[in-house]
Nanobody
Framework: QVQLVEYGGGSVQPGGSLRLSCAASGRTFSSISMGWFRQAPGKEREFVATINRSGARTYYADSVKGRFTISRDNALNTVYLQMNSLKPEDTADYYC????????????????WGKGTPVTVPS
């Protein structure tokens, strides 16, 4: 298992920005694909963005495309989620995860999660 710790969440006004970080330890970070998922109150966990091992390939949910950017720094064992133009519907707990494949968006296939960080965008 990889230990994952997310931070950077908070409350921000609509249109604002936040950057989430996820620090990983316990395994060679550059050998794993990573993803961000989110879970809003009363809803199922959903895919947000994924990134492959090198960082050369990224994938986004349609709902965040053009507003969110996933990136990684393999030297720092950290994956990021830059969130711009935030909307109330982005309110959720955000989780980073280890993925078998960066093209696998199904959260039920994930068995290595962080504890999450909350993001609130009031309406």
């Amino acid at each position: 298992q990889v230990q994952l710790v997310e931070y950077g969440g908070g409350s921000v006004q609509p249109g604002g920005s936040l950057r989430l970080s996820c620090a990983a330890s316990g395994r060679t970070f550059s050998s794993i694909s990573m993803g961000w998922f989110r879970q809003a109150p009363g809803k199922e966990r959903e895919f947000v963005a994924t990134i492959n091992r090198s960082g050369a390939r990224t994938y986004y949910a349609d709902s965040v495309k053009g507003r969110f950017t996933i990136s990684r720094d393999n030297a720092l064992n950290t994956v990021y989620l830059q969130m711009n133009s935030l909307k109330p519907e982005d309110t959720a707990d955000y989780y980073c995860a280890v993925l078998k494949y960066s093209t696998d968006y199904d959260p039920t296939h994930v068995d290595n999660w962080g504890k999450g960080t909350p993001v609130t965008v009031p309406s």
